[in-house]
């Protein structure tokens, strides 16, 4: 099946022998399954000599929470971690995305869809993703020439879709180990470009990362999925430069379920100002990763020389009341 044709390969050439990016989302406080992710990702950067960057990734648009991001980086800051000036702000870089969608569209990669996510759940005969979901049968692929054809004909609010690739998309994870995802059957087209006129997650790191020069993602295992996605969409786009990923496993609740509200406040603003110091953080925090035989205080010199990789859980860390009492002892 044609799809369009492909970018030119484009090489990109880095200074450093490795670039990371710390890259929070303002739509609500961090929390300690945030945290851990943002630890072990500074403590590799700090063992291999990467260079760190952050971006603030905030295109969730009503999501964002106003004041979110200036305390995000004074939380990362209080733990001990460091970066590179200047910070990247993803709502400023709409006009990059935009150039990126149109080269897609031109080249018959991406193509307008006004379908509603309660049409795709009510498709008929819609296969099933991987998880569960519906995957989104490719309704409007090929349906409109344009996106002011698409809205004339159907009055509908207007997103971009890309085209999933034939054939499955393999990489290796330096933690979940070797990965395979068939993007057709797992989800089929996927937007890049949202009805609200802002660029999808998928479309906004894969550009931001590739500018920046980044190619050391460590990151939750929930986006090991994204991560096939995000090499397809740097395949189209003739970005050649190769990405390593390190995808960990969550933090969860003991109901087996990812943290949340329902187990109670687990942000980081809740903990510190009952006067939970940061060395106290970063002692249970250092425990979830393996580093530390127990729950204890230590400081950010300490988990970076002892770090090591090969001790971190290769299954989900359960937060329970024992973390709790330890990070509101006096």
Same mark, same amino acid.
């Given at each position: ?33 945030? #945290? @851990? ?18 971006? =603030? ?7 964002? $929470? $106003? ?14 971690? &460091? %970066? ?10 709409? #006009?990059?995305? !935009? ?7 031109? #080249? /018959? %990669?991406?193509?307008? &869809? ?7 759940? *009510?498709? /008929?005969?819609?296969?099933?993703? /991987? ?7 490719? *309704? ?27 054939? #499955? ?8 180990? !070797? ?14 470009? $949202? ?9 906004? =790191? ?22 096939? @996605? ?13 990405? !390593? ?5 969550? =933090? ?8 949340? $509200? ?26 979830? &990763? ?7 205080e230590a400081d950010m010199a300490e988990l970076a020389r002892r770090f090591d990789l090969s001790r971190l859980p290769r299954q989900p860390v359960v937060f329970g009341r024992e973390d709790d009492d330890f990070l509101l002892a006096r």
């Open positions: 099946m044609h799809h369009g044709r492909a970018f030119r390969t484009i090489v990109i050439v880095s200074d450093s022998p490795c670039t990371t990016r710390l890259a929070p989302s303002p739509t609500g406080a961090l929390h300690l399954g945030n #945290a @851990r992710t943002f630890l072990v990702n500074y403590l590799l950067a700090v063992q291999q000599g990467w260079r760190v960057l952050l971006r =603030v990734e905030d295109l969730d648009g009503p999501r964002v $929470k $106003k004041g979110s991001a200036e305390q995000m980086l004074d939380e990362l800051a209080w733990l001990g971690l &460091c %970066w590179q000036q200047p910070v990247v702000y993803q709502s400023t870089r709409a #006009a990059t995305y !935009r150039a990126a969608l149109d080269r897609l569209s031109a #080249a /018959g %990669w991406a193509y307008p &869809c006004t379908c509603s996510r309660k049409d795709v759940e *009510t498709a /008929g005969g819609a296969p099933q993703a /991987g998880d569960g979901a519906t995957s989104y049968p490719n *309704t409007c692929r090929g349906r409109f020439a344009s996106a002011a054809e698409a809205l004339q004909q159907t009055g509908r609010p207007v997103a971009w879709r890309v085209k999933a690739p034939d054939a #499955a998309i393999a990489f290796d994870d330096g933690l979940a180990g !070797r990965r395979e995802y068939d993007l057709l059957k797992d989800g089929g087209d996927f937007v890049i470009f $949202k009805s609200d006129g802002l660029a999808a997650y998928q479309l906004a =790191v894969v550009i931001d990362d590739a500018e920046a020069g980044i190619d050391a993602i460590v990151r939750g295992d929930d986006l090991l999925e994204s991560a096939a @996605r995000q090499i397809h969409l740097r395949r189209l786009l003739g970005l050649s430069q190769t990405v !390593r990923y390190w995808h960990l496993p969550l =933090v969860i609740g003991p109901d087996g379920r990812r943290l949340a $509200k329902r187990h109670g406040d687990t942000r980081l603003d809740y903990y510190r100002h009952r006067s939970c110091s940061s060395q106290r953080m970063l002692g249970l925090l250092g425990y979830w &990763c393996g580093i530390l035989p127990s729950r204890q």
